[in-house]
């Protein structure tokens, strides 16, 4: 019995739409567009992705605030290339009952127009540096392109947005290495190799001096950006006039940075560790990481419940998250939910076990059964469930390597998407001319070159742009996004 990944791999967007619904992680049925219920589970899940996501907030002195949906349109029209870039994206709200409102309101796409004003407020003196604060709120974006659950939805309903405010480039430099980091922690716990690329000038963050964005390779060759770190240097700080006054008495304006993520990093943990069966959930975020499924005999005396329940307690007291199913379904029916649902681990209990005193372990990631002596059980689930992550983690690394290819020519490059798609590495000049022909003879986006910047050169040497043939100056990637 093996690990069938056939329908996941060829027919992965339906594969996808139907898991997020028979898994219980969304209800797409609302009838508002790109709008999505988030069922039980799936909430569970992403509560604990946040949970993490808390943790590294706390971990690094960033402070948790909540700041309102609405944004007046005097705020928002402050910064001109972030009202550009948003201005086809945000819905407005024009009207109080039947009157007209004096001042319209944007319901926020992101929240830099609806913090800054505050930040100029608070923000005095150098001993307020650096200020470094966070949410996790609903966001609206009016999104013209295919919206999909979890990845493009109009209500982002949990995005997280940490905004920070420095008294120089290379102190906001810094911050963008810290939230390089807390993404790695993020991306660790759900088993996710990543790659990060500075998207080039055409495709910053509207606003931005620079921006960096993470990516994660999907089973169908297409990549999702699940991460954003993106350096304003003094753009919004003079927009809003933010600023503080020197040791020397005085005044600047601070250097600021934000870093956003979203429930696409579920999307992402979903898409990329499942199979034929369903879902599969690394264990540090998964709401159940051991269910116990008793398996009654009809005439047997002994009592699986019991024995069931024993276990749960022992395996709860060692600090793990355990259900025990004792649905009256067969067992048949159990183990095919919980698989679809993508819980890491499952104990089964029979009459023979408790005779025995054991129980049979099974893996969902490799579908592996064994044997376990009963006071050998903790031991063993914690080993299976450390085993469990790391092997989630090296199965992704596979899918994620096996799809960057390094080319020289666009042939090549046209290759690599007529084939199985993936990431393609390309040695570019540097111009934006180049730049947008390449993305327009591949039909492929250009991801960025590759960051810390020290890496964008690697490769290079004696290497020619094969558009217009100069000397390369960096390796560029391109992908089909999401
Ligand atoms: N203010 C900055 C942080 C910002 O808004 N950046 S961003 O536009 O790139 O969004 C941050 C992250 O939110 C993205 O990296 C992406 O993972 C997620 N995101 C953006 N649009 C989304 C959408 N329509 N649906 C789901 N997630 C989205
Ligand atoms: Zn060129």
């Known amino acids: 019995m093996g690990v069938e990944r056939k329908r996941w791999s060829e027919a992965f967007s339906e594969w996808y739409n139907e898991v997020i619904e028979t898994a219980g992680i969304q209800d797409k049925r609302y ?11 799936g909430l569970r899940i992403m509560r604990n992705i946040e949970r993490i996501i808390h943790s590294e907030m706390e971990r690094t002195g960033h402070n948790e605030v909540l700041f309102p949906a609405l944004v007046p349109e005097t705020e928002f029209q402050k910064e001109a290339e972030h009202i550009v870039g948003f201005e086809d994206e945000v819905y407005w709200v024009t009207h109080a009952g039947r009157d007209p409102l004096d001042v319209k309101l944007v319901l926020r796409p992101t929240s830099e127009t609806a913090m800054y004003s505050m930040f100029s407020l608070w923000i005095r003196s150098h001993a307020d540096l650096p200020f470094k604060v966070y949410q996790i709120v609903n966001v609206y974006r009016y999104e013209t392109k295919h919206t999909r659950p979890l990845i493009r939805v109009r209500e982002i309903s949990r995005f997280f947005e940490a905004h920070t405010a420095h008294d120089s480039f290379e102190d906001a430099e810094k911050q963008i290495k810290e939230d390089l980091e807390i993404f790695d922690n993020v991306a660790k716990a759900l088993a996710l190799p990543y790659i990060v690329s500075k998207r080039p000038e055409w495709d910053k963050f509207p606003g931005a001096y620079y921006s960096v964005g993470a990516e994660v390779m999907m089973p169908d060759g297409r990549t999702l950006q699940i991460g954003t770190m993106h350096n304003y240097r003094q753009n919004f700080a003079k927009a809003y006039d933010i600023q503080y006054e020197t040791e020397d008495g005085e005044h600047e304006y601070v250097h600021q940075t934000t870093f956003g993520m979203s429930e696409r990093l579920l999307a992402a943990t979903i898409g990329i560790h499942g199979d034929d069966r369903g879902m599969v959930l690394p ?18 005396s002994v009592d699986v419940f019991a024995y ?12 793990f998250r355990v259900h025990v199913d004792e649905r009256d379904i067969r067992p048949g029916r159990k183990f095919y939910d919980w698989e679809l649902k993508g819980v890491p681990l499952r104990v089964e209990v029979g009459p023979r076990d408790v005779a025995g005193r054991k129980a049979v372990l099974a893996r969902r990631d490799t579908l592996e059964k064994f044997e376990v002596g009963r006071d050998e059980l903790v031991d063993a689930v914690r080993k299976t469930l450390d085993d469990v992550q790391k092997s989630l983690f090296e199965r992704a690394s596979q899918l994620l390597s096996s799809h960057i290819k390094r080319v020289e020519t666009v042939e090549e490059a046209k290759e690599v998407f007529e084939d199985r798609r993936g990431i393609v590495e390309i040695p570019w000049c540097g111009s934006e001319e180049c730049g947008l022909r390449m993305e327009e003879e591949l039909d492929a986006k250009m991801l960025g070159t590759p960051y810390p910047e020290e890496k964008a050169r690697e490769g290079t040497e004696g290497k020619k742009c094969p558009i217009c043939g100069r000397e390369a100056k960096f390796i560029a990637r391109f992908a089909r996004t999401y």
């Open 308 to 319: 069931a329940e024993d276990i749960a307690d022992e395996l709860r007291k060692a600090g």
């Open 283 to 300: 264990p540090e975020v998964a709401p159940i990481q051991v269910v116990i499924v008793p398996i009654p005999k009809k005439d047997a």
């Open 31 to 41: 009838p508002v567009k790109g709008m999505n219920i988030w069922l039980p589970y």
